[in-house]
C-alpha cells in the first residue's frame, strides 16, 4: 500500500513568512509524528497524535510552530513568521498503534532565506 | 531523560566485508524498543531493525543483526556482507513503552561502502 507523503519536497520561503508542510499518513494509522533534522540539533521530535487525543505539543521549540490533523488523517505543521533557524528537514511518521513501528515519509526541507 | 549516542559520525567498509555501528543509549525505564533506521540521500528514512527490550534475543533481519547487551546499555547493528546500497546514514534509536512513544535518535553514522 502507499506509505507516508509529505508535501511539498521542497521549500523555500523568506524570512518572516508563513509556511504550510502537509502530511498524509498511512491509512489506518492512529498516531502521527512530526519530527525535524536539522545541521545543528539532530533528529527532534516536535508534536504527536494520536486519534482524537489532545496533540502532545512538548517538542514544539516556539509558538510560532502549530500543527494540526484533521479527521485523524492528514496534517499540516504551520510555521509562522519563519526565521533563518527553522531551516531543516521536516519529516513526518504514523503508527498503527502501540508498540508498533514508525514509517516515515520522505520529509520537506525547509530553507528560509 | 532518554539519551542514546552514537560515537561513530562516519564508517567504511569494503564491498562484501562486514561492519559494526555502535550505539548506547541511558534510560532508567525497563520496557522500551530500539531501533536502527537508514538513511539514504532521498531523506526517506528507512526501518532496518527493531529489538524489544525483553527479548533477550538478538533481531536479525537478512544480513542485518544486532547485538543487544540490556545491562551494558549497547545496541550495535552488524551489517553482513555490505553492498553499495547499504550506504546512508544510520540511526540508533529509542522508544519508551510509557507515554507518547516518540522516537529519540542518536546523531548518526554516515557508512560509507568502498567498491
Known amino acids: 500500500g502507499a506509505g507516508v507523503s509529505q508535501s511539498p519536497s521542497n521549500k523555500v520561503t523568506e524570512k518572516g513568512k508563513d509556511v504550510e508542510l502537509r502530511c498524509d499518513p498511512i491509512s489506518g494509522h492512529t498516531a502521527l509524528y512530526w519530527y525535524r533534522q536539522s545541521l545543528g540539533q539532530g533528529l527532534e521530535f516536535l508534536i504527536y497524535f494520536q486519534g482524537n487525543s489532545a496533540p502532545d505539543k512538548s517538542g514544539l521549540p516556539s509558538d510560532r510552530f502549530s500543527a494540526e490533523r484533521t479527521g485523524g488523517s492528514v496534517s499540516t505543521l504551520t510555521i509562522q513568521r519563519t526565521q533563518q533557524e527553522d531551516s531543516a528537514v521536516y519529516l513526518c511518521?504514523?503508527?498503527?498503534?502501540?508498540?508498533?513501528?514508525?514509517?516515515f515519509g520522505p520529509g520537506t526541507r525547509l530553507l528560509v532565506l | 531523560a532518554q539519551t542514546v549516542t552514537q560515537s561513530q559520525p562516519e564508517m567504511s567498509v569494503q564491498e562484501a566485508e562486514t561492519v559494526t555501528l555502535s550505539c548506547t543509549y541511558d534510560t532508567s525505564e525497563s520496557d522500551y524498543y530500539l531501533f536502527w533506521y537508514k538513511q539514504p540521500p532521498s531523506r526517506q528514512m528507512i526501518l532496518v531493525i527493531r529489538?524489544?527490550?525483553?527479548?533477550?534475543q538478538n533481531a536479525t533481519e537478512n544480513r542485518f543483526s544486532v547485538n543487544f547487551q540490556k545491562a551494558a546499555k549497547s545496541f550495535s547493528l552488524k551489517i553482513s556482507d555490505s553492498q553499495l546500497g547499504d550506504a546512508a546514514m544510520y540511526f540508533c534509536a529509542y522508544i519508551s513503552n510509557f507515554g507518547n512513544e516518540k522516537l529519540t535518535f542518536g546523531t548518526g553514522t554516515r557508512l560509507t561502502i568502498i567498491p
Open positions: 529489538q524489544e527490550a525483553y527479548k533477550q
Open positions: 511518521a504514523s503508527r498503527p498503534g502501540r508498540q508498533e513501528t514508525q514509517y
